[in-house]
């Protein structure tokens, strides 16, 4: 009984080790892919998942949101206006970063009264992502901001450490199972014109010949 208990406490530890890892890494790979910091990445993810989406689904929405700020610098008028009329000047868009950028983003479309134009400005900021983000934009920054306080207080956000760590686990795991592929495919690879032959012997037997 005592071997079963520790069997099953070792099963479960390593589960939730691994778990963890995968959590971590996704964490690791998801924020670099949106140019947010660890952080702010699992901090928006749970203001987005009350919200009713994941933070993983805006790739292409911060890519385009990234895309429009360029224009803006460019030089581009039509979208230097879609930043003004969210309080953005160009001066303040001179220095932000893309985590930055999304922040000042959201907080000003949350501040317009007028759904439709919203709408229509999220679109044109965030191509299709923007229509999933409505019940964010009926949230107040004040609001969003204690989903993200509570996000910390609640420890649902992970260390940058404890992300490190998840994706180098996560790559030395990859690293062992590939490993042992290899392995297992030289050692068989040297069977092969044997098994082969028997092969083509049973066939030859079941054939009558």
């Not at 959590?23 to 670099?32: A, F, I, N, R």
């Not at 949101?65 to 803006?72: C, E, G, P, Q, R």
């Not at 949350?110 to 019940?135: H, V």
Request: hydrophobic fraction near 40%.
């Amino acid at each position: 009984a005592a071997t079963a208990g520790a069997v099953a406490v070792t099963k479960t530890f390593v589960s939730a080790a691994k778990q963890t890892a995968a959590y971590g890494d996704e964490v690791d790979k998801t924020s670099q892919k949106l140019g947010l910091s660890t952080k702010s990445y699992q901090e928006w993810d749970y203001v987005m998942k009350i919200c009713g989406t994941e933070m993983s689904s805006m790739t292409t929405g911060l890519k385009t949101l990234t895309n429009k700020l360029d224009d803006a610098k460019n030089g581009s008028e039509s979208a230097q206006a879609m930043f003004a009329a969210l309080g953005i000047s160009m001066e303040d868009m001179q220095n932000m970063s893309r985590e930055d950028l999304f922040k000042a983003t959201i907080a000003g479309l949350q501040t317009m009264g007028d759904t439709t134009e919203r709408a229509a400005l999220a679109n044109d900021l965030f191509g299709k992502s923007g229509q999933n983000l409505a019940p964010l934009f009926n949230l107040t920054a004040e609001a969003t901001q204690d989903l993200i306080d509570k996000a910390n207080e609640y420890g649902m956000v992970m260390s940058d450490e404890g992300v490190k760590g998840s994706a180098a686990f996560t790559d030395a795991m990859t690293t062992l199972n590939g490993t042992l592929t290899g392995l297992k495919n030289n050692l068989m690879t040297k069977f092969m014109p044997a098994l082969t032959e028997v092969t083509e012997g049973l066939a030859d037997v079941f054939a009558g010949k």
